[in-house]
């Protein structure tokens, strides 16, 4: 059941990387789960933020780990021929690592959107990936938070 204050919810999920579920409130946007393995727990305040976000199509680091993989192996796949007669047994053992590693980049090249939400300073204070289970709902949650954004900045103060 979710917090009667609660405006929208969005979860997001690079498997391996992070697995953030972020909560929006009338006043902050409090984000729970993991990041490269570590627990988190932050809340941004919606008064401290920019109302226009940033937009970014990025790579995540399973791209460039993919990338390093496929340099490391390809010497590999000629080491069977340093020696006479070429040893088959030994290429078809590297091909069967690079094909993986193969996939692996294919799967990981796509870029992903991100929208980058600045602090009055210019500093990101909070970040979004259009990546796991909500990925569809990311433009209506980013709508969400600059609305609430908005709100907050013409509010006057009591």
């Given at each position: ?97 690079y094909l993986p ?34 990925a569809e ?22």
């Amino acid at each position: 059941m979710t917090n009667p204050e609660t405006i929208c919810e969005y979860h997001e999920q690079i498997r391996g990387l992070l697995d953030r579920r972020l909560t929006l409130f009338k006043d902050c946007v409090k984000i729970v789960g993991t990041v490269l393995g570590n627990r988190i727990e932050a809340t941004v305040m919606i008064e401290e933020l920019q109302a226009t976000p940033n937009k970014a199509w990025i790579r995540t680091k399973h791209y460039h780990w993919a990338l390093a993989l496929m340099l490391i192996l390809t010497p590999f796949l000629l080491l069977p021929f340093a020696v006479t007669p070429p040893n088959f047994i030994l290429l078809i053992i590297g091909a069967l690592m690079y094909l993986p590693a193969i996939w692996y980049f294919v799967q990981s090249q796509k870029r992903k959107e991100c929208a980058f939400f600045l602090n009055r300073s210019g500093v990101v204070s909070l970040d979004l990936w259009r990546n796991g289970p909500d990925a569809e709902r990311f433009p209506e949650f980013v709508a969400a938070i600059e609305k609430q954004i908005r709100d907050q900045s013409v509010q006057p103060e009591s």
